[in-house]
Each structure stands twice: as structure tokens, then as C-alpha cells.
């Protein structure tokens, strides 16, 4: 597939091409002064400064506050296959050259813009990939980007999980279903040794967080005799790790009953002692005051909630949520106790989830020192010139004893 060579042309307003010159990727509708040509949505455009000077290509995409992705800042390149395999080909090979695979049957192959390919991830399961198309640019591609993945992966089954509320914004119809290949019936990932169970049609995301891989594996070395809660377990990723690690006990919280059915699954699947853990369908905002209300302790706590902050218009609701799960969670915590906190928002930023941590430490009146600064595993690379991309952040704090 070739584009046709007379491409739209976007030009921007007087002034708003620095973040492109920085290698920003993406052009927000308020820095557009035309658009030049009709454009469809997800066709390529060259992008101009304002004074005519070449900036590079990009998708466009009408719908979208973010109305062009860039996919080239080079004025020779042409959006062909060629070009999306090489940027495939470069992406898998730096996931080979992390050597994830010597821990994991499950990596993100692709992550969007950290990969040079905006709207695009991948994640791998054994012989299974997992596409998630995020952009109209991306969508554009998708069957050449899939072709080139079969092409180069040899994988039993390409499954599409277009499904994120991202695509709403993109305006963007969802899918769900097989691309290539068969869909084996029981799909099981080994992570360190642990076995989980993925479902990659109807699970969260592409079927796992794979961003928590290094996560999960220092709260099993941290879990040692310790009693442990893990609130938003999903399907018992920190879980299981504890229960390895030789917890005493671990009591997990979600409000998916789905999701505790194949935590329970996983347990067996690993034959790991049922008595140990304990699983609660709930809220946790409600099962953490009810816990703080039995007067109930524990060494170690894990709170990795959902996105409550997709974009920054969000943030000011979600520091709320950030602060009361905090702060109930310092509360339940036994002196020199630990708590492994999380945001996977991309609209709260590290030093903004810091202060809020920090805000909730002060009102439980607890003295909390940082002992980890913690993000997503290496398969998930941020841009320097794209920090937006570190969505999750991560502090592994340990309270005065
Ligand atoms: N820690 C997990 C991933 C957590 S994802 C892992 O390592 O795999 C977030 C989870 O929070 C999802 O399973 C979702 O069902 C759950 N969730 C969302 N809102 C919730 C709420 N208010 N109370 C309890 N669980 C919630």
C-alpha cells in the first residue's frame, strides 16, 4: 500500500511549531492555522511552520483534539510498508535486546509514540499478539501493520482489542475479535515462574498489565511473613507474588467478580495454599474504611487503582480519589509497614501524585520515607521528548516503626 504523493499539507500557527522541533509528537487543534487538500482522517500530511519550513509527517485526524501524530520528522521518508516494517523491525529488536523473554512469555512488543508508531500497541502472549489501535492514523495501517507482524512474528494468532475509550476520542468505532490465525482456547502466561491466566478477548486491556512485570516481582521479594492487602488485584498479579514470597497472608480487593474468578483460577493454576488468601468483591474507597473501621493492620499494602485521570482536565477529581485510598491505606499500615502505591493516569504527573502521597501521609499522621521510585517495566519505554508517556508512576514507601 502506497499513499498517494500530493499529500495534504497542515500548516501551523506563527510560533506553535517549537514542541514539533523538540519532537513532540503530537499537534493539538489550536496550534492548526489551515489545512490545505482534504485530508481523510488517519491520511498522512506534511506539516509546515508557519513560514513554509518543512516539519514532518503526520497523521490527521479531524476528530481528535490531538488533530496530527507525527509519524516522520524526516521530509525523504514515505508512509509506505516499508517504512511501518522498519519501525516494527526496530521495536522488536529492542525488546530482544532487553532479553524479556529470559522472565516472560507476556511483552509489549509496541508502545505507541515511545516506538515511534503513535495509536499502535502490541503485546505479545506466548504465540499470541495483541493489537490495540489507538489513532485514525494507526487505524489506517492496521491491517499492513498486521500483515508485517505475521510476517516477522510468525505468531499462531493475531487478536485486535480496538476497544480502549481512547478510540471514542478519535472517534473511532470499537473491535474486538481475531485479525489472523485461531485464538487457542486457554491462554496461560509465565511471568518469573508464575503462571496467570489471560484472557484476551474480554479481559482489562489487552488481557494483563504487563507495565507492573518488575512491580509485582519486588513486592514477592518484600512479602516474606508479612500480612498483605492488595487493593484493584485484578486478576492477582501483586497477589500471587506475595503469596510466593511466602506471605502469611493476602487479602486482595476488586469490584470485578471476573476478575477475582481468574485470580482464584491463577492461584491453582499455581498451586499456591488457598488459605493464605483471601479474595473481596468491593469497592475498595468502601472496603478500606470498613477495614480502617475493624481497626484491621497490615505490613504491606498495594494500591494500583484504574486510570482515574485519562487527560489533565481530570486531574483535580482524581487527586481526590488518589488522596482518600492514601490515606486510608497509611492508616491500616502497622508501624514500619510498607505501602507500594501506583497512578497509572498520563494526566497526573510524578512530582503532582508525589505531593498528593505526600498531603495524604501528613492527614494520617504518619512519617513515610521513599524507598522506590517506581514506573513500567523496560518493555514500555517513554520518549524523552514525550514525557506525557511515563503514564505509570509508582512509590514504594515504608512508615516510621
Ligand atoms: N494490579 C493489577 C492491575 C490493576 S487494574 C495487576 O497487576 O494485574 C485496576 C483494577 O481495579 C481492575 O481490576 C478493576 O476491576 C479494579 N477496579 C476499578 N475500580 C474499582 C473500585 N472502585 N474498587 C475496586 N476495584 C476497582
Redesign the pocket.
Known sequence: MKEKTNLGLCILKAGREKSLLRRHPWIFSGAIERVNGQPQNGDTVAVHASQGTFLGYAAYNALSKISARMWSWQESDRMDADFFRHKISVALAARRALNIAQHSTGIRLIHGEADGLPGLVVDQYNDVLVIQIGSAGAEKWRKVCADILQDLCRPACIYERSDSDSRTLEGLPERNGVLLGTLPDALVLTEHGIHFGVDVAHG?KTG??LD?RD??ALIGELAHDKDVL?????????SLYALRGGAKSVLS????AE?LQLAQHNVALNALDVERAQWQC????Q?LRKLRDQNKKFDLI?L???KFAPTAAFAEKAARGYKDINLLGFKLLNPGGMLATYS?SGGISDDLFQKIVAGAALDAGVEAQIVYKLHAAADHPVLLSFPEGAYLKGLLLRVAG
Open positions: 482489562q494483563f498489565y507492573q512491580n509485582r492488595n487493593c484493584f488485584c485484578y486478576s492477582g498479579g501483586f480487593i476488586d469490584s470485578s476478575a468491593e469497592d475498595v474507597f472496603a498495594i494500583d487503582p484504574p497509572c
